[in-house]
């Protein structure tokens, strides 16, 4: 028997996303065939398509479990992500930290804390986050689309710190000069970077409205950035001309 790989047939653009998390859990956690009893019972999103050559190890058809542990999910994430933004500059321990942090609604530090705990179809996918009204696999794949549609280049020079909260943001912040700055992914919109600075000496903070996909297709970061001479350094010490005068 020869199976296709994943096919999910969409009617409408707005099921993309839904598609692509579909696809990405059943290429990375299918059941490979001699494995035993099969876990998880199929989502009906899937299609059969015309056959093609077989996997080198086979899976069983359809067979898919509904949890995994973290750091499966860990790996075929990174995996994803630098694909997806064609980037050599994957996930690192903190980024994934901060990604279980916001998973698991978790204040653990530690990524060792979450090497036994499981994450279901559900909790990916199907749930909102705590507080907010969308998934965890929305708020990444966001993430990814902003990131290779207009800031990728910044994302490989280090520019972007990306995967930090506010409060993170402003820890790292507190001890440096004023007009130090750093550029995390908005928790409040999918898809959208904030701008976190330090403006002067009595520790005050400030953070942007997020600029989104739509923002960047108008003006890039660069020249936004370029504009705005209250920021200096990028985080930790980097001027910011050193860093971006190449694209203004």
Request: net charge positive; aromatic share 12%.
């Amino acid at each position: 028997q020869t199976l296709s790989l994943p096919v999910v047939v969409i009617v409408h653009g707005s099921q993309d996303n839904n598609a692509t998390a579909t696809v990405l859990w059943d290429n990375a956690f299918a059941e490979p065939v001699g494995t035993g009893a099969r876990r998880g019972a199929a989502r009906g999103r899937r299609q059969r398509a015309e056959p093609v050559s077989p996997a080198p190890q086979g899976r069983v058809p359809f067979a898919v479990p509904d949890k995994v542990q973290w750091p499966q999910l860990c790996e075929a994430l990174n995996m994803k992500f630098k694909a997806e933004v064609q980037s050599s500059r994957g996930l690192t321990k903190e980024n994934l930290v901060f990604l279980a942090q916001k998973l698991f609604n978790s204040t653990s530090s530690h990524l060792e804390d979450y090497s036994s705990t499981t994450v279901s179809w559900s909790q990916f996918n199907r749930e909102n986050l705590p507080g907010r009204n969308y998934t965890f696999w929305q708020w990444f794949d966001g993430v990814m689309e902003v990131l290779k549609k207009h800031l990728k280049p910044h994302w490989n020079d280090g520019a972007i710190l990306g995967f930090v909260n506010k409060q993170q943001a402003h820890d790292l912040l507190i001890n440096k000069p004023d007009g130090t700055f750093l550029l995390r992914f908005s928790d409040s919109e999918i898809g959208g970077i904030t701008i976190a600075w330090k403006f002067d000496s009595r520790e005050m903070f400030w953070n942007l409205m997020p600029f989104t996909t739509r923002d960047f297709s108008i003006r890039s970061l660069a020249d936004r950035l370029g504009d705005l001479s209250y920021l200096i350094y990028v985080f930790p010490d980097r001027p910011k001309d050193e860093v971006f005068s190449k694209y203004y």
